[in-house]
């Protein structure tokens, strides 16, 4: 963590008395504190007091599949910031009542003062790269071989790399006559870590610069943020992470190798399919939990739930059919269009893209709105899209759903997870069948 100058320190003590006193942060210093806190919130700055919610950063946070998650679904309150580049994703999620900076993440310190006392963070990285809606450059086995090798540094950079991983901590002359090193207990080769390599974290970033897509590279901000968290003294309890379920298994691994020699307690990573739980849209994701001190409840611990339909979800009729990709070619052996451009609406839909903005139904013509989007994905339909259709779209088709962010977050949050997801499903496509008295209970 960075120092701050006495005129910041006494600002924070001030404001600090203030606070104590039921009172709020006092005009004058006010603006010392945004000065010296920018881009975070000006009161991060101050230490929480008892029953203060905790502070979450939420990084590549988009539109608000998280935020939806924590607040509408588990409905915990929490100090959240998310960080996104997209300046529609960030009005959407503000919209919302969700708190953004509209930022490139790879330009903030994650060992800003203000970060000081953050106890979770949650990252979602771009998945074109490794998605089959993309180019999959990020399956390339060059391009994983140089992302591991800058995930593998991380730990050294940020102070945790085992000392006895280190060959030759001392040289011949650092021994006496009876081959004793003069290291008291807690320093040297008898401390837990090697000292910091000093590295800075935007040379670690420089190590995956070969990457043949940037976005691939954004990975490496998954173990950054919490080690570097860690390192500057930071509470850090657990971060989760979403990612295509094509993530290689390499960089899953390497990943739970920098955390655990970290000395971080649990690591999970499990593939889930959204419509196993309840969403009327397919959405095979990858996703990760990493805690410090404890071992939170997995998320397989959710029973999948009652399919959804995507015609239950809209409130059509059976038998609609969507296409996808306008008139095709038949194919005369099946009779079908080539390529596979229909698919039934009886079923969960296939799963959104920015292009889903040109689906129709094949009766009447009928394309979706943005709200309709949002709600296959387990948004509400008054969620506020901003930007044009064709923005709404792709923030709808590159969000985590708030259903699953529900599930995964449930085990490091303490909720219901079950039971306040299957309230939430029922009423979101008015399927109250879903839910027996036993789970309105649990509710309750």
Not at 82 to 98: E, F, K, L, N
Not at 198 to 213: K, L, N, P
Request: aromatic letters at 8%; charged letters at 20%; a negative charge.
């Amino acid at each position: 963590m960075r120092t701050l100058p006495p005129k910041v320190q006494t600002a924070i003590h001030v404001a600090t008395l203030a606070r104590k006193a039921g009172l709020p942060i006092p005009a004058k210093v006010l603006p010392i504190l945004e000065e010296a806190a920018a881009p975070w919130p000006a009161e991060w700055l101050l230490a929480p007091l008892p029953g203060d919610l905790i502070r979450v950063v939420e990084l590549f946070a988009g539109p608000g599949g998280w935020s939806e998650g924590i607040a509408a679904v588990l409905g915990v309150k929490v100090d959240a910031v998310g960080v996104d580049i997209s300046p529609d994703a960030c009005a959407t999620a503000r919209a919302a009542g969700h708190r953004r900076i509209c930022a490139d993440i790879t330009t903030l310190d994650p060992e800003h003062i203000a970060l000081r006392y953050t106890q979770a963070v949650i990252i979602s990285p771009p998945c074109p790269t490794f998605s089959p809606a993309g180019k999959l450059s990020g399956l390339e086995a060059a391009n994983i071989d140089i992302l591991c090798t800058a995930i593998s540094y991380v730990g050294e950079a940020a102070g945790f790399l085992p000392v006895d991983e280190i060959f030759d901590f001392h040289d011949e002359d650092d021994y006496d006559e009876y081959g004793n090193c003069a290291c008291e207990p807690g320093e040297g080769c008898r401390a837990p870590f090697a000292p910091r390599s000093g590295a800075t974290w935007d040379e670690v970033r420089e190590m995956a610069a070969d990457v043949s897509d940037p976005q691939i590279a954004l990975m490496l901000e998954v173990v950054i943020w919490p080690l570097a968290l860690q390192a500057a003294g930071a509470p850090i309890r657990w971060m989760a992470m979403e990612q295509s379920s094509n993530l290689p298994e390499q960089i899953l691994d390497d990943l739970s190798v920098e955390f655990t020699c970290a000395e971080w307690f649990y690591t999970n990573s499990e593939i889930m399919e959204a419509a196993d739980y309840g969403l009327p849209s397919r959405r095979k994701r990858v996703y990760m939990i990493a805690a410090r001190n404890y071992t939170p409840t997995v998320t397989r611990c959710i029973r999948p739930l009652p399919s959804t339909s995507m015609a239950q979800a809209l409130g059509w009729l059976e038998g609609e059919r969507i296409n996808t990709r306008g008139n095709r070619p038949i194919d005369p052996k099946t009779g079908r269009a080539k390529g596979g451009n229909a698919f039934s609406a009886d079923g969960p839909s296939w799963c959104l893209t920015g292009k889903s903005r040109t689906w129709k139904r094949e009766s009447d013509g009928y394309r979706l709105t943005s709200s309709e989007a949002g709600l296959l994905v387990g948004f509400r339909r008054s969620y506020p899209w901003q930007g044009s259709r064709t923005s709404a779209f792709q923030q709808a088709a590159d969000v985590v759903s708030p259903i699953m962010a529900a599930i995964v977050l449930s085990g490091v949050m303490g909720s219901l997870g079950e039971a306040l997801v299957r309230d939430y499903v029922a009423q979101l496509y008015d399927m109250d069948d879903m839910l027996s008295p036993d789970d309105y209970d649990l509710v309750s």
